[in-house]
């Protein structure tokens, strides 16, 4: 297993709130939301959170807990420094066995797995008014591109009460290659193209380079990190 990873602050944001990172067989990102670097320091303590309390063979219920417990640290921050409340974060984590992976997420990152036969497909579902519309039939994929509420998350961490993780269990082949990746890459590069990256020759560092370099081309509205994990 090798993977590669990039991020960058885009041409329109002032700072960077995208946090990722690894340890082991676990990979976590997250993009964070709220006013004077309070998305940065929340998407930052979800990862720090998570990757701590993460083990090899954690499963789905230990999986949701850790999630839980970043969920309840930025709350704890938010508490203690006044000028951080209302802070949140996305985050999506994958974990890899040799025969499964374990995909968890809440909000509107997203993780895709590109197989070994060729397919790309999207394991996550946002969690977002504009996702929720789309799935009634009251927008069209089209229409929520540029609707102007598609930045609203209908979950996200630093909620109080109930906070509901979304995970899956998938199996896993060689020649498989996960991307995990924030709205600022899907907002501007279609699935399409991120495909055609995903089937090429180069290294996951290298396609995760070029997947951050064409959202950036194509306007850099937000800020962009990539995740590729190659099995």
């Known amino acids: 297993m ?13 700072h960077n709130e995208d946090s990722f990172g690894c ?20 998407s930052s303590i979800a990862v720090e959170t998570i990757l701590a309390g993460a083990i090899s063979q954690i499963d789905e219920a230990g999986l949701k807990r850790l999630i839980l417990e970043a969920n309840d640290a930025i709350l704890a921050e938010a508490e203690n420094n ?3 409340a209302g802070m949140g974060t996305t985050v999506a984590v994958l974990v890899v066995f ?9 909000g509107d990152s997203r993780i895709y797995r590109y197989t070994a036969e060729g ?8 969690h977002s008014l504009v996702a929720e519309l789309v799935k009634r039939g009251e927008l069209t994929e089209t229409e929520a591109k540029d609707h ?17 993780v979304e995970t899956m269990v998938i199996p896993v082949k060689p020649g498989d290659r996960f991307m ?3 709205d600022g890459l899907t907002g501007m590069v279609d699935e399409d193209t ?6 090429g020759n180069e290294t996951p560092t290298e396609m995760a380079e070029q997947l951050v370099a064409l959202a950036v081309e194509r306007g850099g509205m937000d800020n962009v990190t990539v995740v590729i994990v190659e099995i």
Do not use: W, Y
């Open 194 to 199: 991120i495909g055609q990256v995903l089937a």
């Open 98 to 106: 040799p025969e499964k992976a374990i995909v968890a997420h809440i």
């Open 2 to 14: 090798i993977f590669g990873a990039k991020t960058d602050i885009g041409k329109v944001r002032e």
């Open 148 to 164: 102007p509420h598609r930045n609203m998350l209908t979950r996200a961490l630093g909620t109080k009460g109930t906070v509901e």
């Open 180 to 182: 995990l990746c924030s």
């Open 119 to 126: 397919e790309l497909i999207r394991l996550t579902d946002d």
């Open 23 to 42: 340890k082991d067989n676990l990979f976590v990102v997250a993009d964070g939301m709220g006013g004077h670097r309070a998305g940065e320091i929340a």
């Open 82 to 84: 006044p000028e951080l």
